[in-house]
């Protein structure tokens, strides 16, 4: 059994169905699975795809061979399946590749293949109001690695989470972020306080009411996850405010596609400014995927821009920002918690946009800590988890 | 004079033409500059641009009003140029606005307007093999600001620079990079160390030739300026070659425009995995701006995972692929140098693609220090720098 191409990727590639057959032909190599489907495989995927030694640095699992190495048709002298059902090739200058059916398989570039590795991509579920909030214990999630894998799952999938028995220590955040990777640092620090000051360089950092949005929209990346750690909440007022950006989203593609499109298409300025810094990002409110699903809201009223586009589209943009806007307020969409000390926030914060009441300085001390780890790192820890 | 606006992002707008009349339509005010250009502002911009201190939160210069809490009607009841020629707005509902000339005129957005602002945005330079390199002296960068600044211009639009007479002391590279800002983390640390190693888990910590790639073209967003210090240098080999990425995609774009579409298409995958992440990217290869221009190149055959595109496509993505390659191969692209001791690169990770030679880690010592700094914190850095 061939299982260099299993190691390569650090995944399991199990039988699913055996091949049949392999029929040359004049530039590809049409596989049959024991299931009745096909596959085709062109000579140069398969020359490219080759998991030996030679090809393959076994030590870092990554690819030695540059496909233009090899003349463009370049062809297999013969083919056949071996006895460890295995599909062989001799090639026209002497190389032999030898691909494990179940590797072989999870790779399939058919349409039906294709469709299936589709279908089974993780699903989003959309939430409004009433989400039955996913709660976690700290202490489950710094011992217990399948805890850990729960709760990543709801951030990636729900895009809001709750932590609870979080030691109130300042720099306490620490430790739980850690669980997935490091922080992502921006001008703010790695981890930043969320106090009301006298010299604010953000909305953020004052006492006033924040309308629903993203962080750092005048970021090119915006942070994938937004921690909010509660450390001490005494002041009147302040609650968290979340929606689901990505259900209002699909609500406003519904009720109005020209508006939805133009949130899309028409690009949007976000600045943030203080003395030391000066940042500033041109996109689209609303980012769609290659599959046309809403991937990302960049949204802060507070740090936007003029908009600048053409005279025609002024109105349009107007109106559709409006809209989107209008849609935040929403009560079905809004849920509000007041968070207690010793709980965290845990947010997709390019889908989840988040608001805060305005709050009394004068009632009582209000100290929350947040900081930022991004989707990727998210991703990585859910496959390292899931091995 | 209104310098409310000018305040509010630090940036100054010089008076350059006075306004000389404003009349009102119904939706919008048509104002009339000394020079005759027209300039229409709907009635929803200039409201929502009102700088007024009820408006904009002065401290931190962020936006207070959500023009949603303002009728979607609203218009004015009289607009009047004042004695300082700036534009004053009653509204119906009995709010004023005064806008300043020069903060006006910076912002329109007739086509006109719009036009000049496109034609005075910062230009690449394209290059080939016979770049004059441009070189700093470390001991100025960290001392004069307008050295830091034309060194950034260079990183800027040029995409490779060298830095000269830097310390070897490991980690001396940190207190360059944070000449521009905070450095960027990866799995690979803050500051990474480049040297053959037993159990490298990047090619990259081999002593073997490495194909012109980008780094963690496996991130969602890859980073901005990669930084490669030498400390040491005595083993044969190594050489650092780079070419312009966008310069070998303009030629494709011209020669073969098929291929070029094909890698700004049809999405790949890219891969970086060990025992402790699993990180997987897809995007194309080619990345466009809103104009159509080429503003990223992710490549890295070593991390490539196995093309998924459909059985019409894989034929045309293999011949885009391979001709993309083999123009990085083409001798007039290539600036090939070997870096010293104390000298650094500093180059657009996104855009200049780099290689190394295969080296003979039995002939001598070598270790280099790398980090990331985001294109994010260039930017910010040179508006700071020229304010």
Redesign the interface.
């Known amino acids: 059994m061939n299982t260099a191409a299993a190691v390569a990727?650090?995944r399991r590639y199990p039988l699913i169905f055996a091949m049949t057959a392999a029929a040359p032909l004049t530039?590809r190599v049409h596989v049959t699975w024991a299931d009745g489907r096909t596959s085709?495989f062109?000579h140069?995927?398969l020359r490219?795809?080759c998991p030996c030694a030679q090809c393959v640095?076994s030590?870092?699992?990554?690819?030695?061979l540059?496909?233009?190495d090899v003349p463009?048709d370049m062809a297999p002298s013969t083919i056949h399946l071996d006895g460890e059902g295995c599909l062989c090739v001799d090639w026209q200058d002497g190389h032999q590749s030898r691909f494990d059916p179940g590797w072989l398989r999870a790779?399939a570039?058919?349409?039906q293949s294709?469709a299936e590795?589709l279908a089974n991509k993780p699903r989003r579920h959309l939430w409004q109001h009433d989400l039955q909030l996913p709660v976690f214990e700290h202490a489950a999630l710094m011992d217990d690695a399948e805890a850990l894998l729960q709760w990543l799952l709801a951030v990636r999938d729900i895009g809001l989470t709750q932590v609870r028995s979080v030691p109130t220590e300042p720099g306490s955040l620490k430790q739980i972020a850690q669980r997935i990777?490091?922080i992502?640092?921006s001008?703010f620090g790695v981890l930043f306080n969320v106090q009301s000051k006298?010299?604010?360089?953000?909305?953020a950092?004052?006492a006033?009411n924040l309308?629903l949005h993203s962080d750092l929209p005048?970021?090119?990346?915006q942070p994938g996850l937004q921690f909010l750690h509660c450390l001490v909440n005494d002041a009147d007022g302040g609650e968290s405010i979340f929606v689901d950006g990505f259900a209002i989203a699909e609500t406003l593609r519904q009720e109005d596609p020209d508006a939805f499109d133009a949130l899309c298409q028409i690009?949007v300025e976000f600045?943030n400014?203080?003395?030391?810094?000066?940042?500033?990002?041109?996109a689209p409110i609303i980012a769609l995927d290659?599959l046309g699903q809403v991937s990302e809201i960049r949204m802060a009223?507070?740090?936007?821009?003029?908009?600048?586009?053409?005279?025609e589209q002024?109105?349009r943009l107007?109106?559709a920002?409006?809209r989107f806007?209008?849609l935040t307020?929403e009560p079905h969409f809004r849920l509000a918690r007041r968070l207690e000390p010793g709980q965290l926030w845990c947010f997709d914060n390019r889908r989840t946009l988040h608001a805060r009441n305005a709050f009394d300085p004068a009632s009582g001390a209000r100290h929350f800590q947040g900081c930022y780890v991004?989707?990727?790192e998210l991703?990585?820890r859910i496959?390292?988890l899931q091995?």
Chains 1, 2 share one sequence.
Do not use: C
């Open positions: 990727d650090f530039d085709p062109h140069p995927w490219d795809n640095y030590v870092t699992r990554e690819q030695v540059e496909i233009v463009e790779h570039y058919d349409d294709r590795r990777s490091f992502r640092e001008n006298a010299d604010a360089d953000s909305n950092y004052t006033f309308p005048t970021r090119e990346l690009p600045r400014k203080d003395r030391h810094s000066d940042y500033r990002y041109l290659a009223n507070f740090l936007r821009g003029p908009f600048d586009t053409s005279v002024m109105p107007y109106h920002y409006r806007i209008a307020r991004d989707r990727d991703l990585s496959l390292v091995r």
